[in-house]
């Protein structure tokens, strides 16, 4: 059996075998070793919040088998048109004052026409002003399109590799993984950051699960977040049905995303509306440092703000800050029923909050 190394540096060249190497370990062994790389690059009591908006919803052509937005399935999800700049600034706002430090904006196209661009640069350069950072999900983007975005003020693109190379081919027949890579690689060189990961639940074997992560780690830069959803099952798609994906290998798939891609921010991402506070905690302990906070995801539920603030709570948590390039650090800190925002001079930091972090450890975040 091949050896996996020790050393926490971030490498782009992860055999199958190495990470298969990491999915095996006995849990305790896993989790604790995530737990030490996680600690490298993060305060683990932080965590990143984003808020979804679905900006265009359903009557999508492609065929992906988990998604509840292509038209070919009968899902109940009805087509509509791209939403209007003031309609989305006032979820954005509503995001912003419930403690959201990122607005990601999702539309159900296969790529979005050229004529798309000027309305949803509009959204972005609406949205960033109101001080969030911007993240877009519109499907396929040219090198100009990913030019564009980045123009109008888009901070991070999501386009996920969604399974393995090898299992890709029994989700979605209408794109290829070469297309998705392309569109990375536009991103890339447009200068933003990319928000890329996958589902996991969809059927795929726990080598299939090891080969996305490998994937995503073997990029030609790691992802800055990576989202890990688990398979959000709608009646009317192929999935509905499949077999539910083990709680625990669902918290190998996040520790092992840590071990893989340290200094990236693994989101537990859609599935969590289903998970019990527990499996929650026990994905922050394997690393993951990253939600969708809200009640909605794009059609699919999300926990209630109230159960998520709760959970924060419990656990001693808090949202992270946000370093931004004038040098000031944005602190959200939960406070009565919201999680809110506070400005401090950039090197200080919070002195506690409900959820009791007299006690954290100092940030020990690498930039
Ligand atoms: N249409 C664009 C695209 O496919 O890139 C953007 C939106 S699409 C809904 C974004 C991602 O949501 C998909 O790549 C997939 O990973 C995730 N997703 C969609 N439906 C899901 C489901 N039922 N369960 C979990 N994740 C899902
Ligand atoms: C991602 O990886 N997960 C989010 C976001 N990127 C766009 C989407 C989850 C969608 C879950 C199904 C739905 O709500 O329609
Ligand atoms: Fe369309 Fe995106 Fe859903 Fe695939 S995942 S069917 S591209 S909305």
Redesign the pocket.
């Known amino acids: 059996m091949p050896a996996v190394s020790a050393s926490p540096a971030t490498r782009h060249d992860w055999s199958r075998a190495e990470v298969e190497v990491l999915f095996d370990l006995p849990l305790p062994v896993l989790l604790q070793r995530a737990a030490d790389v996680h600690r490298l690059h993060f305060d683990p009591t932080e965590v990143q919040v984003s808020t979804l908006l679905s900006v265009k919803t359903g009557g999508?052509p492609?065929d992906?088998a988990?998604?509840?937005?292509a038209q070919r399935y009968h899902t109940g999800v009805d087509a509509t048109k791209l939403m209007s700049t003031e309609d989305v600034l006032e979820k954005a706002r509503q995001a912003k004052a419930a403690g959201a430090s990122r607005f990601c904006m999702?539309?159900?196209?296969?790529s979005p026409k050229d004529r798309d661009i000027p309305k949803v640069a509009e959204m972005i350069g609406a949205v960033k002003a109101l001080g969030l950072e911007t993240c877009a999900?519109?499907?396929m983007l040219s090198s100009e399109q990913a030019q564009a975005l980045k123009s109008a003020g888009l901070d991070y693109y999501?386009?996920?590799l969604?399974t393995s190379p090898e299992f890709y081919g029994e989700i979605i027949h209408t794109r290829d993984y070469q297309d998705r890579l392309d569109t990375l690689g536009h991103v890339r060189e447009a200068g933003m950051k990319t928000c890329c990961?996958?589902?996991v639940g969809m059927g795929e074997t726990r080598a299939q699960r090891a080969g996305l992560l490998q994937a995503l780690a073997n990029l030609p830069a790691h992802p800055d977040s990576v989202?890990i959803?688990?398979?959000?099952?709608?009646e009317g798609?192929p999935l509905h049905g499949v077999a539910e994906l083990d709680a625990f290998e669902f918290v190998r798939a996040i520790a092992v995303a840590r071990i893989l891609m340290p200094k990236s921010m693994v989101r537990l991402?859609?599935?969590r509306e289903t998970m019990s506070d527990e499996l929650q905690a026990l994905c922050f302990l394997a690393g993951a440092n990253s939600i969708f906070y809200g009640e909605k995801l794009?059609t699919?539920g999300n926990p209630d703000t109230e159960r998520d603030l709760a959970l924060f709570a419990r656990l001693g948590l808090r949202p992270m800050p946000v370093v931004e390039t004038s040098g000031t650090v944005h602190a959200d800190i939960v406070v009565g029923a919201t999680l809110r925002s506070t400005a401090l001079p950039r090197g200080e930091s919070v002195g506690g909050n409900d959820g009791g972090l007299e006690d954290s450890p100092p940030c020990t975040r690498v930039a």
């Not at 988990?66 to 937005?69: G, H, K, T």
């Not at 999702?106 to 296969?110: H, I, P, S």
């Open positions: 999508c492609e992906c988990y998604c509840p937005q999702g539309a159900a196209w296969r999900t519109l499907g999501n386009h996920n969604d990961g996958g589902i989202p959803n688990r398979l959000v099952q709608v798609t991402s859609a599935g794009l699919t």
